[in-house]
């Protein structure tokens, strides 16, 4: 089955720990992307990857690291994560970068931290 | 710089009535845009987007969408809602250059109640 998955789906964890969420992909896009839900602010960007060593910042990029070493993953990692980082993540992949293609998403990975 | 705006934080609709979510959008040139939906504890799911051509959009589950350049709106309708709709819609945009394609600008979301 096409999928993006992440995990963990869930984490809790303390201020300045070192965190990693994982983001795979099965579909062979070119295209992945890391998104921050919080309520009445809809879905911020925080880094995308055009293609493989390829990464750029998005609207919200501060406090968060990205790699993309192999087409296929594209890690999150928090190096010292705040309280303000909690929040619902997303990872979304499209066949290519290009404008008009269609993202497809993970289903998303609430992360709190104390 | 690109953005969207949903004006609507909660839209509330009897099952059977025709259902719009409002979305508009500011972007230089031609608009890519996007509607998603998102069910409870899942993540979000495609919709439909207009690219080109003709200005009223049909997707998934009934769903449909007109474009207006002229008014920088991009309307999410379905003629008769069911209460398996209720969820949180987002609009999304993305400008047409090359410099934009990475990033996809989301609007804040709609929440959709259909009542019985």
């Known amino acids: 089955e096409a999928q993006v998955t992440q995990n963990p789906r869930y984490l809790i964890t303390v201020t300045g720990k070192k965190l990693t969420v994982t983001c795979s992909q099965n579909m062979n896009h070119e295209y992945m992307s890391w998104y921050r839900q919080d309520p009445g602010l809809g879905l911020r960007q925080i880094y995308y990857?055009?293609?493989?060593?390829?990464?750029d910042k998005g609207d919200v990029p501060e406090g968060y690291k990205v790699s993309r070493k192999e087409k296929r993953n594209f890690p999150l990692i928090l190096e010292s994560p705040s309280p303000n980082q909690t929040s619902l993540y997303f990872c979304?992949?499209?066949?290519?970068?290009?404008?008009?293609?269609?993202?497809?998403f993970g289903p998303g990975t609430r992360l709190t931290v104390l | 710089a690109q953005s969207v705006a949903q004006p609507e934080d909660q839209v509330n609709v009897a099952e059977g009535n025709p259902l719009t979510v409002k979305c508009t959008y500011s972007?230089?040139?031609?608009?890519?845009l996007f509607w998603y939906v998102q069910y409870p504890n899942r993540g979000l799911q495609f919709l439909l987007k207009y690219i080109t051509g003709d200005n009223l959009v049909k997707g998934s589950y009934g769903f449909e969408a007109e474009f207006n350049k002229s008014q920088t709106s991009f309307h999410l309708k379905k003629p008769s809602a069911l209460v398996s709709d209720s969820a949180l819609y987002f609009c999304a945009v993305r400008g047409p250059s090359t410099d934009s394609w990475g990033k996809l600008q989301f609007g804040a979301g709609t929440q959709v109640v259909v009542t019985p």
């Open positions: 972007v230089s040139g031609n608009p890519y």
């Open positions: 990857s055009m293609n493989v060593e390829v990464t």
């Open positions: 979304a992949s499209s066949l290519s970068s290009g404008g008009t293609d269609t993202q497809y």
